[in-house]
């Protein structure tokens, strides 16, 4: 079974330790688009990195390469000649560091959303794309994705081509928190609260579309979401902030009194009725209810953002080890 962490290398200092073992995969995030080619100029440790990819054991080191407001995809992939130079880039610095593979984080194709360029062509120049990336690393690197919890998404993936090029896709079943109403972001079951925005309905969405289970890795968050100035569960919000790592969301969810736990769509939830504040997040409860999810389902197991939001004693990735 699949167990991934997202280690955003800017906070990252080594990996705690045990931690190693209860790991198979981390993906080093990101690498970014710089003038049509992947860059890993602006990381502030890459020796440390390449000194845990020397001694990786067991554990698949992955280049996830985007993220969430990063730029440059639409026109890296646009033609021929672009691809074949982003394509390179990447598989140079995959080479150079000794990594097993790349995980590509575009956030999203056809879709500005995050501020990026666009365009209708992204659905079949991004499938170009990783069809160029999986004959430069050949059979034996590895290659994924990282797929957004929405049916729009979905639609704009070239599902079954992509499904025959990539070892399996990490559903990032989180943030399904709707962006006008107070809701859970990492809710796995449907619910009075959550409706359709569950993780268990995402994988049906991608299962649906031409992803096997046996090729589909669950998220989960290792952050916490919070509503300012909110009335409760259901309630009209604005767009929810961080309320940063597990230990940070922890604090606020003390100071709101307690903790309360959603059966149907197992996932805990604070509210804070004098300062109006509204948490979401993931405990070791909801991470046990996912784990039992992945194995009863046949998922190909579970990934979480990110590595670094745990307690110094890794109370999260441990729920996922038990």
Known sequence: MIIAAYIAVERFKGMRL????????????????????????????????????????HIKTILSVGG????????AVANEKSREVFAQSLVDIVNDFGFDGIDMD?????????????????????????????????????VTMAAGGSQNCVDNLEIPKLVELMDFINIMTYDLCPWDSVSYHPGLYPS???????????????????????????GAAFYGRIYRDV????????????????????????????IQYDEKAETPYAYNKKERTFLTFDNPRSLKAK????????LAGIMFWEYSCDTEDSTLLKSLSL
């Not at 784990?291 to 046949?298: C, E, I, L, Q, R």
Request: aromatic residues 10%.
């Open 106 to 142: 575009w956030e999203y194709p056809c879709d500005d959303v995050a501020g990026i360029e666009a365009s209708p062509d992204d659905k079949p120049n991004y499938t170009a794309f990783i069809q160029l990336l999986r004959d430069k690393l050949g059979k034996n690197k590895i």
């Open 192 to 218: 009075d609260v959550t409706g359709n925005q569950n993780a268990d309905a995402i994988i049906g969405m991608y299962e649906k579309a031409g992803v096997p289970r046996n090729k589909q890795v669950i």
């Open 291 to 298: 784990m039992d999810y992945v194995k009863s389902t046949n």
């Open 68 to 75: 969430w407001g990063a730029g440059g995809f639409s026109p």
């Open 18 to 57: 045990g931690d190693a073992e209860k790991l198979t995969h981390v993906n080093f995030s990101f690498a970014l688009v710089k003038d049509g080619k992947g860059s890993v100029e602006h990381w502030p440790n890459p020796e440390l990195i390449r000194e845990f990819v020397k001694n990786k054991a």
């Open 231 to 258: 009335d409760g569960l259901n309630a009209p919000a604005g767009i929810p902030g961080f309320s940063g790592g597990y230990t940070e969301t922890m604090e606020w969810a003390e100071a709101a009194g307690s």
